[in-house]
Every structure is written in C-alpha cells, then in structure tokens.
C-alpha cells in the first residue's frame, strides 16, 4: 500500500497498460475490496502515464505477466515492482529490473 501512496501523493511515477487496469479493478471488484483500498488504486492510476505498448514480449513464463513488462519497457520505466515469482524469475529486462516491494522501498530509500 505505500507505493500506492508514493505514486498518488506524486513521489514517485508509475505506467501501466490499459489492460493491467482492466485487471486489476476487475479482480477487485470480485474480491469486494474495502472502498479505501480501492480509492488509493484509482488515485494511483490518475496519477500514472498510460502506456499502450507495440511491443510483444515473452519472457516470463506466465503469459499474461509480460503485459507488465510492455508497460514498463515501452513506458521507459527503472523497475517493475511484483511479487510475483514469474515476473521475479525473469530479474530485468531492456534495463526494466524487477523486485519486490520491500526491495524497491529500500532502493529509493523511503
């Protein structure tokens, strides 16, 4: 949840895909998610650049998981910030490093 905080209170940036959106309020929605939590998901979104990438890749495993990558090689972001040991396991992409969240909370030192 801090990293919500950070992109929607403008300290750090974030992109994401049309279709990660979809997700992400899609599955949301099914797990009935307190209205704060999903307040601080709509304010992350209106705060990040939409990306609609071009570029396919495949590296990960997981299919579905590469749309992040896209988003954040076409969006020219530093990381992608997961738990997700698919996305994990591929480490960095076209200089995008992936990690997990206690790991990029200590990288920008907050």
């Given at each position: ?109 907050v």
């Open positions: 949840m801090r990293i919500l905080e950070l992109v929607a209170d403008g300290k750090v940036d974030a992109v994401y895909s049309p279709q990660i959106k979809d997700e992400n309020l899609f599955i949301l929605g099914k797990v009935k998610a307190p209205k704060e939590f999903l307040d601080k998901v709509l304010k992350f979104y209106d705060r990040s650049r939409i990306i609609r990438p071009e570029k396919k890749i495949t590296a990960s495993v997981d299919y579905s998981d590469n749309r992040f990558l896209e988003a954040a090689v076409e969006g020219g972001a530093d990381f992608v910030v997961s738990s997700d040991h698919h996305l994990l396991d591929v480490g960095e992409i076209e200089g995008v490093r992936i990690v997990k969240p206690t790991h990029f909370l200590k990288i920008i030192n």
